[in-house]
């Protein structure tokens, strides 16, 4: 069974900086891309940043050079590092797998951020 888990949600003021980990298999690592959604309150959820299997990095325009997606491989984690956050940034996010078997989602983790 797929298991994503995300982690590093919670509150900060406007300008504040948080990180987001989204812990998964090898066998995601290894087979599929990663990337993270996010739903703000009363929205649909909309793409934030991928990582793609080839290396390539996206990012929704509205992050860029804000956002930066990583990953650490040994240790089966993929990062959201989220710096000079605004309070339009405020969501769920959701850590996501897009493999050939089909996408998978975890569970999300809240982010509010403050005026």
């Known amino acids: 069974q797929v298991q994503l888990q995300e982690s590093g949600g919670g509150s900060v003021p406007a300008g504040g900086s948080l990180k987001l980990s989204c812990a998964a298999s090898?066998?995601?690592?290894?087979?599929?891309?990663m990337g993270w959604y996010r739903q703000p309150p009363g929205k649909e959820r909309e793409f934030v940043s991928a990582?793609?299997?080839?290396?390539?990095?996206r990012y929704r325009d509205s992050v860029k050079g804000r956002f930066t997606i990583s990953q650490a491989y040994t240790k089966s984690l993929l990062f959201l590092q989220m710096n000079k956050l605004k309070t339009e940034d405020t969501a769920v996010y959701f850590c996501?797998?897009?493999?050939?078997?089909?996408?998978?989602w975890g569970q999300g983790t809240q982010v509010t951020v403050s005026s």
């Open positions: 996501t797998a897009y493999c050939t078997a089909g996408n998978y």
């Open positions: 090898k066998w995601i690592f290894d087979n599929c891309g």
């Open positions: 990582l793609d299997g080839d290396g390539r990095k």
